[in-house]
């Protein structure tokens, strides 16, 4: 059924092959069309699909419902890709996963006109069978159970230890990482990406993570207080929160995902101006995908799409306030994967949720 999306657009557009590229890292589009992890090249042409991989690759092949053509070395995928494909006027390629490189290599194999299929994938991708809300849910159960741990033995001294805490939480549910968690303190909360480690200060900690089962991602952001908030704090952390609210409770009538980002705009009113990044994205097997939650996505708002909504305001050299969950749209509700509490954990004693 995947396969069959792709293969129809690309009969409309003309395509005569799609190449999907795995050499040095496991591409997420081979994984989603073949459920192939490894090294080696997928195709898809209008009517078949089949993989070039290296013999050392051959035990990751076993049950999967696709031809392979094995190689002795990686060296060799190009000059079977030639050898299997024969008359293509027309080649779709993923212009954000191939360096120059390897995209000359693959026009001195293969002739003929070029086109990006990036997008057609990642709209593809974007709406979600039941198979992989149900590893998505799973993903957010794992994170919302850290996070209790988390505050309910809240033992921490650094950042750097509630790092090594979710790794190691992550292990024990079978689960990796969906990104390098974010555990930033005080002046750090200012940074959107925070990537410093250093003892825990007083301020807003921020918690942004989340889990990957069977290869799916879950994302969340809660906020938590060393020591004792001031009333600006808590308006600010109270705007974010009730931003965060009121645009879950309109995603379902709201049509698009533009709309929606001009709806947090408009909430955070004088303070939008701090509001730095997209209110949200995709979620899958890759942490970011379609659709952006921006105000020049044409993406319209639809059942089976799940997605973050992370409004946040950063003040420089001060302090920042992001609070993010994974949500998706089934049987006409808006569901709230991350089922964690929002409120503003306050850590000036031992605080259980």
Request: net charge positive.
């Amino acid at each position: 059924m995947r396969i069959k999306k792709l293969q129809e657009i690309m009969k409309k557009k003309k395509i005569d092959l799609c190449l999907f590229f795995s050499l040095n890292s496991p591409n997420t589009n081979i994984v989603y069309f073949s459920s192939y992890i490894g090294k080696g090249i997928f195709v898809i042409t209008k009517s078949n699909n089949f993989l070039i991989v290296p013999e050392y690759e051959k035990e990751k092949t076993k049950n999967l419902d696709t031809k392979i053509h094995y190689v002795e070395k990686t060296k060799f995928l190009l000059k079977e890709l030639s050898n299997q494909i024969k008359n293509i006027k027309k080649t779709g390629i993923e212009d954000d996963k191939l360096n120059l490189k390897l995209f000359k290599k693959i026009k001195n194999k293969i002739k003929g006109r070029y086109c990006d299929i990036s997008i057609i994938c990642r709209e593809i991708r974007s709406k979600k069978e039941k198979k992989e809300l149900n590893y998505i849910k799973k993903a957010c159960n794992v994170t919302d159970s850290i996070f209790q741990k988390i505050c309910n033995n809240f033992i921490f001294k650094t950042e750097d230890e509630i790092r090594e805490f979710i790794i190691k939480e992550c292990k024990k549910y079978n689960c990796d990482l969906a990104f390098p968690p974010i555990a930033a303190s005080g002046i750090g909360t200012s940074e959107v990406h925070y990537e410093g480690s250093k003892k825990l200060t007083k301020g807003f900690l921020m918690l942004d993570f989340g889990a990957r089962y069977n290869g799916y991602c879950s994302d969340m952001t809660r906020m938590l207080y060393l020591g004792q908030p001031s009333k600006k704090e808590l308006e600010k952390f109270n705007l974010v929160l009730n931003t965060l609210n009121i645009c879950e409770s309109k995603s379902k009538k709201i049509k698009k995902f533009s709309t929606l980002y001009s709806l947090a705009i408009k909430l955070l009113k004088e303070d939008s101006i701090y509001f730095t990044h997209k209110l949200g994205h995709g979620i899958g097997l890759d942490i970011h995908e379609l659709p952006n939650l921006y105000f020049d996505s044409n993406q319209k708002i639809e059942e089976n799409i799940p997605f973050t909504i992370e409004p946040g305001i950063y003040f420089e050299n001060n302090f920042g306030i992001r609070i993010e969950d994974t949500v998706v749209i089934e049987n006409g509700k808006l569901k709230i994967l991350t089922k964690s509490k929002k409120k503003l954990v306050i850590l000036n004693e031992k605080t259980k949720l």
